[in-house]
């Protein structure tokens, strides 16, 4: 009998399509259609890279910066994260336990193929970044889910981390400033959750900042520095999110040496080193003046204000007030299990959908990152888009029965 060429590995078989993306290309292909939509669906900000970053880039390529990297980042770049890391996160990390990835998605993946073996637990905050549940299955680990609601601003208590650990757990997963939530835990809920993992010195604690720098609290507390965690604690940042570099693709790690070592072997077998004229900008973007960054940070908690104002005044929708990040995520439950246009809509998936045909705009289903009651909406768009968002879904809604 012959063999089907085309079979495809378990692995990816198993892997689900990423809703963001999905619903990205969805936005696109209503756009291909003449359809003007509104999309509120992607993470990224609509902010351009600061002008004295790309100078930097312009003259690093000048300067010769166009030959391969080391596999863990040029010198330069983890010196200038080394310092970031005591100047802003109290972290002690030399630059030979910094790895820059390729994202910090990247660097997300090296510490899970790094630590994780078939059978052992991950526990992760709910809801979640869409990627973490995926690469938690590609590792043939098993992701253990805290769920907490829009009833305690989507922060998981201590009590629920001591109720999910067990034996078998290896790593405990979580972002701050959340994706998808806007939630951060403030010092004083991290050091309870902390004292609750200093009681299981074999679980490796991964926190993920990315949006560091989009918080609204006036303080920003990494885990890692608790003492009793410091040997067993990575921290995951990078440049997309509070400097406006998505398409730089830059990201970085720090932790123990026995853990990036281990990064730095994966990443030499996959993709070696991130851009070198890239790393350089990067380098001159923590060196430098943060006002561009603060100024965005400013514009978002103003839009932030601005789209939640607009939904709150909706019949059935409940939005709390993130504190950072640039999404809202409402709860829709009571909006649930009614009748639209094109049918009943009993999910999440259902409502988002029903809002790009109807209102065009698109936003992500909350069952993509754990949470079928709610619905991502970033406002990294313009205020003209999220007032025109805003009025075309209060019109969606009048279909509803």
Not at 124 to 153: C, H, K, N
Not at 192 to 216: C, Q, R, T, W
Request: hydrophobic share 45%.
């Amino acid at each position: 009998m012959a063999r089907n060429h085309q079979r495809l590995a378990a692995r990816v078989m198993r892997m689900g399509e990423s809703e963001t993306l999905r619903m990205a290309q969805r936005a696109r292909d209503l756009a291909a259609c003449g359809i003007r939509v509104i999309n509120l669906s992607l993470g990224e900000p609509d902010f351009d890279t600061p002008q004295h970053i790309k100078e930097a880039a312009v003259r690093a390529l000048a300067d010769g910066y166009t030959k391969y990297t080391p596999v863990a980042g040029l010198p330069l770049l983890r010196d200038a994260i080394s310092k970031k890391f005591k100047r802003d996160n109290d972290l002690d990390f030399a630059p030979d336990q910094i790895v820059v990835s390729n994202g910090a998605k990247q660097s997300l993946a090296n510490v899970m193929l790094a630590l994780l073996e078939a059978g052992d637990e991950v526990v992760v905050f709910s809801p979640y970044w869409v990627s973490y549940y995926e690469m938690i299955r590609l590792t043939d680990a098993v992701p253990v889910f805290i769920r907490a609601g829009i009833e305690q601003d989507f922060k998981v208590t201590p009590a629920q981390l001591e109720g999910a650990l067990t034996p078998r757990t290896r790593m405990v997963l979580f972002s701050s400033p959340c994706n998808p939530t806007g939630a951060v835990y403030s010092k004083t809920e991290l050091l309870a959750l902390a004292e609750v993992l200093a009681a299981h010195p074999d679980v490796v604690v991964v926190s993920d900042e990315i949006y560091e720098y989009i918080n609204f609290t006036g303080e920003h507390f990494s885990i890692g520095s608790v003492p009793e965690l410091r040997d067993r604690s990575v921290t995951v940042n990078g440049f997309a999110k509070g400097f406006a570099m998505t398409g730089w693709r830059l990201g970085y790690l720090g932790g123990p040496k026995w853990i990036t070592d281990a990064c730095n072997k994966i990443q030499g077998q996959f993709t070696s080193g991130a851009n070198a004229f890239g790393q350089v900008a990067a380098a001159h973007a923590l060196n430098s003046s943060l006002a561009p960054t603060l100024a965005m940070r400013d514009e978002f908690l103003r839009r932030r204000n601005l789209l939640r104002e607009a939904l709150c005044r909706l019949e059935g929708w409940i939005v709390n007030e993130p504190q950072g990040a640039f999404y809202l995520f409402p709860d829709i439950s009571r909006l649930l299990h009614r009748r639209g246009p094109k049918g009943d809509i009993d999910t999440a998936d259902a409502f988002a959908d029903f809002i790009l045909d109807e209102a065009h705009v698109a936003l992500v289903s909350g069952s993509a990152f754990g949470a079928d009651d709610c619905i991502r909406i970033s406002y990294a768009a313009s205020t003209e888009d999220l007032l025109e968002a805003a009025a075309r879904i209060r019109r969606a809604m009048a279909l509803l029965s």
